[in-house]
């Protein structure tokens, strides 16, 4: 008897038959005044490690295995918390978003959930878009209504003496199942006046940090920071609930993570 053959689809408009797919996936839970990594598994480019514990709080570097993403690659973090566990991840070092056999994006998604009187600081290195690159970054937060998150975002377009390559990102946080924060920025080539004076003007390092804590009282208007036009321009937004988001344009990292703490989100 002969097999049937199979059907297959036709390749959509975003497919990429030559892109690398990667999925690392974190998992943390809370269990005798600890926190235990009961998953921590990584293919494609990402390698996540264990770093010793510090003050009760489990510590993981995402390390690079391979240089990613190129233009058509598929990869996904997704990161897990239960109930009152406590997390803080970083990487190794940045990420370069580069070109790649395909004009398709490249795509980088990062799922987070964290439960009830969980704790997550998310702080990786920057996100660099080299010449000719596209990527399509996406972050979706879930949190419980007791849970707690700093994260930070830090992007740099174009290396040293370079144009940049095209940056989608789309940001959006739920709070006890209520959208909290649901933004979308577009940067680079065929994006509409990102290089204008209402956006980034000559500016090419943007970054953001966002604090999400039940248990601190913030100020309920906006805040601009004060500091040198030099370093770029910040400003500190209060959002619906326990919420605030520091927002900086600078003209390099150096100067961006000097917004980063004076804001007085970050003391390490």
Known sequence: ???????????????????????????????????????????????????????????????????????????RIEVTLGAGADLRITSAAATIALPGP????????????????????????????????????????????????????????????????HLTSRLT?????????????????NAPCWDGPAILAEYRTIGQLLLIDPTSDHPPEPQLLDGDSADGHAVITPLPGPGRLLTAIAPNSAALRRHFYTGGFLTE
Do not use: K
Request: net charge neutral; glycine share 8%; hydrophobic share 30%.
């Open 1 to 75: 008897m002969t097999a049937p053959t199979p059907t297959c689809r036709p390749p959509g408009p975003h497919d990429s038959p030559d892109g690398l797919h990667g999925t690392a996936r974190i998992t943390a839970v809370a269990e005798s005044g600890t926190t235990r990594l009961p998953d921590l598994h990584g293919d494609g480019p990402f390698a996540p490690r264990r770093l010793p514990p510090r003050d009760g709080q489990a510590r993981v570097c995402i390390v690079s295995a391979m240089s990613a993403p190129h233009n058509g690659d598929r990869l």
């Open 173 to 189: 946080v739920h709070r006890d199942g209520q959208t909290l924060l649901d933004q979308h920025t577009t940067y680079g080539p």
């Open 102 to 165: 395909t004009p398709a994006p490249a795509t980088l998604e990062l799922i987070i959930s964290v439960a009830e009187s969980a704790r997550l600081h998310w702080t990786p290195e920057p996100l660099i878009c080299a010449a000719g690159s596209n990527l399509r970054q996406s972050t979706r937060i879930d949190l419980a209504p007791t849970a707690r998150l700093l994260l930070s975002e830090h992007q740099v377009l174009g290396r040293a003496h370079e144009p940049t390559g």
